[in-house]
């Protein structure tokens, strides 16, 4: 397949700009790939949709404050993105992204406008990849009093104290990521607890969403493209019980595509089967590609040109996912982070 195939036009005022008022008022579009049949709903309504026995799999990955403006020596303004700590690097390296970039070569000192932590840049990447060693100041401390969540840039308003915690699942417990894994903003504590008491178990893994996760696929072949590198558990008592779920006729649904890639990676490290792992992964799912610990899917609508839709078409087939985005279009359906839910089952 070409990249292009997946190719949509959005207007502008379908890419939500908050979130809804209340979590699952959100709107949900269920696709049911053996009926080849489309259906309107609301995401209150998932438990109408699941059934006891089925495994919800959760990412409980948290989004850490991870944008922090600083100062050149000189005065000039840069962004820097904390991304991950460096892996193998001196302690109190860190990855990150610069903007502008060419205001962070290596060598250069850049520090908080307080003076309170300064950075020195150790090495350059490309598309704005530094790595930067912390010399003064506590980077935990600092992002906790004045980094920003990084919410995408097509949400065009400032983030601010609120988006700390809206920007986030209500399950979200190991902070790490610089994304939130966004399927899941659909769920309340309420309706997780509907879920359980009807049945649905609740299973957590873990994938630090990175910027990675949302880098456009340039290439017209999508098999050029290659992932960036993120963290990801899944535990030997969460594999086990998973595993039983499906002997048992249940479904495992995975939320969310970051999800997916953590059950998936977790199964490439044994084998094929469902087992304990963890690690760094670099899993790209794009079509064609079989599943191995996925039944059904809880997502959002995703930006063309990305290993998201490339993921979602893998899962439902790239005509039927085709068929899904025009009727979400033409339905009034909201788009990205902070938009409506589509099932597949």
Same mark, same amino acid.
Request: glycine fraction near 8%; charged fraction near 25%; include cysteine.
């Given at each position: 397949?070409?990249?292009?195939?997946?190719?949509?036009?959005?207007?502008?005022?379908?890419?939500?700009?908050?979130?809804?008022?209340?979590?699952?008022?959100?709107?949900?579009?269920?696709?049911?790939?053996?009926?080849?049949?489309?259906s309107?709903?609301?995401?209150?309504?998932?438990?109408?949709?699941?059934r006891?026995?089925?495994?919800?799999?959760?990412?409980?990955?948290?989004?850490?404050?991870?944008?922090?403006?600083?100062? *050149?020596?000189?005065?000039?303004?840069?962004? @820097? #993105?904390f %991304?991950? +700590?460096?892996?193998?690097? /001196?302690?109190? $390296?860190?990855?990150?992204?610069?903007?502008?970039?060419?205001?962070?070569?290596?060598?250069?000192?850049?520090?908080?406008?307080?003076?309170?932590?300064?950075?020195?840049?150790?090495?350059?990447?490309?598309?704005?990849?530094?790595?930067?060693?912390?010399?003064?100041?506590?980077?935990?401390?600092?992002?906790?009093?004045?980094?920003?969540?990084?919410?995408?840039?097509?949400?065009?308003?400032?983030?601010?104290?609120?988006?700390?915690?809206?920007?986030?699942?209500?399950?979200?417990?190991?902070?790490?990521?610089?994304?939130?894994?966004?399927?899941?903003?659909?769920?309340?504590?309420?309706?997780?607890?509907?879920?359980?008491? *009807?049945?649905?178990?609740?299973?957590r893994v @873990? #994938?630090? %969403?990175? +910027?990675?996760?949302?880098? /456009?696929?340039? $290439?017209?072949?999508?098999?050029?493209?290659?992932?960036?590198?993120?963290?990801?558990?899944?535990?030997?008592?969460?594999?086990?019980?998973?595993?039983?779920?499906?002997?048992?006729?249940?479904?495992?649904?995975?939320?969310?595509?970051?999800?997916?890639?953590?059950?998936?990676?977790?199964?490439?490290?044994?084998?094929?089967?469902?087992?304990?792992a963890?690690?760094?992964?670099?899993?790209?799912?794009?079509?064609p590609?079989?599943?191995?610990?996925?039944?059904?899917?809880?997502?959002?609508?995703?930006?063309?040109?990305?290993?998201?839709?490339?993921?979602?078409?893998?899962?439902?087939g790239n005509?039927?996912?085709?068929?899904?985005?025009?009727h979400?279009?033409?339905?009034?359906?909201?788009?990205?982070?902070?938009?409506?839910?589509?099932?597949?089952?």
């Amino acid at each position: 397949m070409r990249i292009e195939d997946l190719d949509y036009e959005l207007p502008p005022e379908r890419i939500a700009q908050h979130p809804s008022a209340r979590r699952e008022d959100a709107r949900l579009l269920v696709v049911d790939r053996a009926a080849s049949q489309l259906s309107d709903g609301v995401v209150a309504e998932l438990p109408r949709w699941l059934r006891a026995g089925d495994a919800l799999v959760l990412n409980e990955t948290r989004v850490r404050p991870a944008r922090l403006e600083v100062r *050149r020596t000189t005065g000039g303004r840069v962004e @820097l #993105l904390f %991304v991950r +700590p460096e892996a193998g690097g /001196p302690a109190d $390296s860190w990855r990150v992204l610069a903007r502008p970039a060419r205001h962070a070569p290596p060598g250069h000192r850049l520090s908080t406008s307080d003076g309170a932590l300064t950075v020195e840049v150790t090495s350059a990447g490309r598309n704005g990849e530094r790595v930067v060693r912390v010399i003064e100041g506590d980077l935990a401390a600092t992002l906790g009093r004045m980094g920003e969540v990084p919410l995408p840039p097509y949400i065009h308003h400032a983030p601010d104290s609120s988006d700390r915690e809206r920007y986030q699942t209500v399950y979200a417990r190991v902070e790490g990521a610089v994304a939130a894994p966004t399927a899941g903003l659909h769920f309340s504590e309420a309706l997780l607890s509907e879920l359980t008491a *009807r049945g649905v178990l609740l299973e957590r893994v @873990l #994938l630090h %969403v990175g +910027p990675g996760t949302f880098r /456009p696929v340039t $290439s017209s072949d999508p098999h050029a493209h290659v992932m960036d590198e993120e963290y990801f558990e899944v535990p030997a008592d969460v594999a086990g019980r998973l595993r039983g779920a499906r002997e048992r006729g249940g479904r495992i649904v995975a939320v969310g595509t970051t999800a997916v890639r953590a059950l998936e990676s977790a199964c490439d490290a044994n084998g094929g089967t469902l087992g304990p792992a963890s690690g760094w992964t670099r899993k790209y799912i794009l079509p064609p590609y079989r599943f191995q610990a996925v039944d059904a899917l809880l997502t959002n609508f995703h930006l063309p040109r990305t290993t998201l839709l490339l993921l979602v078409a893998a899962f439902a087939g790239n005509e039927l996912v085709r068929r899904a985005y025009r009727h979400a279009l033409e339905a009034g359906y909201r788009f990205y982070s902070y938009g409506d839910a589509m099932l597949v089952v």
